[in-house]
Nanobody, 115 residues
Framework: QVLLVESGGGLVQPGGSLRLSCAAS????????VAWYRQAPGKQRELVAD???????IYADSVKGRFIISRDNAKRVVYLQMNSLKPEDTAVYYC?????????WGQGTQVTVSS
């Protein structure tokens, strides 16, 4: 069974930074696209950042210039570096790995941006 485990969430003040990690197991990680989604209370889950197996990236407009997605295929880890955090970034962040027709989700990690 494929396992994605996120870590690195927590409470941070506005303007601060956090780095999320997602460790994958039981998966040939390098052949999967990876992404980070988030879901705030009362809102739908939304795409934050995506990275293809070739390294191409896309970002939600709301995080462009502040967040960076990266991956280490040797370690089977995907990262999300989050800078200049805002209260509206508060959400549960989910890791996602996909290769048609398969797709897998992590369990999520809470990020709270508050003073």
């Amino acid at each position: 069974q494929v396992l994605l485990v996120e870590s690195g969430g927590g409470l941070v003040q506005p303007g601060g930074s956090l780095r999320l990690s997602c460790a994958a197991s039981r998966i040939t990680f390098s052949i999967y696209g990876v992404a980070w989604y988030r879901q705030a209370p009362g809102k739908q889950r939304e795409l934050v950042a995506d990275m293809t197996i070739g390294g191409s990236t896309i970002y939600a407009d709301s995080v462009k210039g502040r967040f960076i997605i990266s991956r280490d295929n040797a370690k089977r880890v995907v990262y999300l570096q989050m800078n200049s955090l805002k209260p509206e970034d508060t959400a549960v962040y989910y890791c996602y790995a996909y290769r048609s027709p398969s797709a897998y989700w992590g369990q999520g990690t809470q990020v709270t941006v508050s003073s």
